[in-house]
Every structure is written in C-alpha cells, then in structure tokens.
C-alpha cells in the first residue's frame, strides 16, 4: 500500500480564519513533506519533517505552522492567510534516510483563500 | 545548479504514437531520477524512476533512458493512448537523510484521438 490520505480535499477559508490540513500515512515512512503547487507549476517544498523532527523550512511565512504529532501524521496550521495563498497543498512522505528514495504523494487540498 | 531543466513546455501527440520528454540537470549529486504523472486536481503519482548505474528502465508503455556523461535522460511514452493525457515532471534527488526533489517544469501532454 502506497497510499497518502489528505484531509479536507477542498477549503474555503476567508483572510482571519484558521484552519489545519491534515495527512496520514501508514507506510512506515519516517519522512513526510509539505509542498505548495500553483497551476501549470511544479510542486514547491515548504517543509520537511524526518523522524518527527522539522529539517527544512523553506523560508515559508509564518502564517504557515506545521506539526508532526507521530511517525504517521502530518498536519499544515492555517492561519491570517493572503489571498496569493490559494494553491493545491500536497503532502507526500519517504522512507527516510534509506533507499529507495520515492516520495509518494497524497491528492492533495485545493485552497482558495478569500 | 539545483537546477533540473525539461523540455518540451507541452507536447501533442497522435493515438498511437510516441511521446519523448527530455530533461537535463547539472548537480552530479543526484542520484535517483523519478518521473511524476500529475492529473487536473490531483497528486503527482510516481510513474517510473532510475538511478544512475542503470542507463535504460522500463515498465510497460514508459521507459526511461539515461545518459550520465551528458547529464541528460528522457521519458518516451510507447503507443500513447488519450488517457497518457496530463502533465509530467522530470524530478532529481539526492539522498541526504531523506529525499528533497527538484522538479522540472512540467510538461503538458495531449494524446489527440
């Protein structure tokens, strides 16, 4: 089973709202990611956790906080976000520090932020 | 250097026919090289991956050819079908206690009947 689950699948939020985004995994993965995607644009790293701890923040705004409460969830805090903040927010993990490297990827949260 | 650069933007492709994406990078620390199918709305989805010491790998319609002295490997998509329809991304990755990607661009692939 390759399977990342992302709740909720769509989010309206208006500008002082706060929100969470949540991810499971039950692969064994000890390395779990966030990433942000605009139309016709890659995905973009915002932060990763490895064993539970936070290893990179990609400079993200601090309007962003994310949690890794176990091994197995992954959760993105919302909170007064901007309009330019609407975007699909992905999550995906990996192995952690063993081969192979794939990443598995959850079908992510469309945002749209008012 | 991080850079990984694919080409072309967007394709289109006859039922039947065959689909070549080509991507480059510069890091020669990278050392695992995955394809992403991505669908409108959903999550990319691992398609097919390489590591260096391999120069060809394929799995069904994909294959993936690899040229480590160039720095260059590519997707062909054999007999694409209208459902290969999506955006495909070239991606590399070192591994450095867990794996960060560095996608391509993206490209646009329509399959026309």
């Known amino acids: 089973d390759t399977e990342v689950t992302q709740t909720p699948k769509h989010l309206v939020m208006g500008m002082t709202n706060k929100k969470s985004l949540k991810c499971e995994q039950h692969?064994?993965?000890?390395?779990m990611y966030w990433y942000k995607q605009k139309a016709k644009k890659p995905p973009e790293l915002m932060f990763v956790?490895?064993?539970?701890?936070?290893?990179i923040n990609e400079s993200v705004p601090s309007r962003f906080s994310p949690e890794c409460p176990n091994s197995s969830l992954l959760n993105l805090h919302l909170h007064a976000l901007q309009p330019e903040d609407s975007a699909l927010y992905l999550c995906a993990s990996s192995q952690g520090d063993t081969a192979p490297l794939t990443q598995y990827f959850g079908p992510g949260t469309r945002l749209l932020v008012l | 250097q991080q850079q990984v650069k694919q080409s072309p933007q967007s394709l289109i492709v006859q039922k039947g026919g065959i689909s070549i994406i080509n991507c480059a990078y510069e890091?020669?620390?990278?050392?695992?090289f995955p394809w992403y199918q991505q669908f409108p709305g959903k999550g990319p989805a691992l398609l097919i991956a390489?590591?260096?010491?391999?120069s060809e790998k394929k799995e069904g319609r994909f294959t993936i050819s690899f040229n480590k002295s160039a720095k260059q490997f590519s997707l062909h998509i054999m007999d694409s079908q209208p459902g290969d329809s999506a955006t495909y991304f070239c991606?590399?990755?070192?591994?450095?206690?867990?794996?960060?990607?560095?996608f391509g661009k993206g490209t646009m692939l329509l399959v026309s009947p």
């Open positions: 991606a590399a990755s070192m591994n450095s206690g867990y794996s960060t990607l560095t």
């Open positions: 890091n020669t620390a990278f050392d695992y």
């Open positions: 390489i590591r260096p010491d391999v």
């Open positions: 956790y490895s064993y539970e701890k936070l290893s």
């Open positions: 692969m064994g993965h000890r390395a």
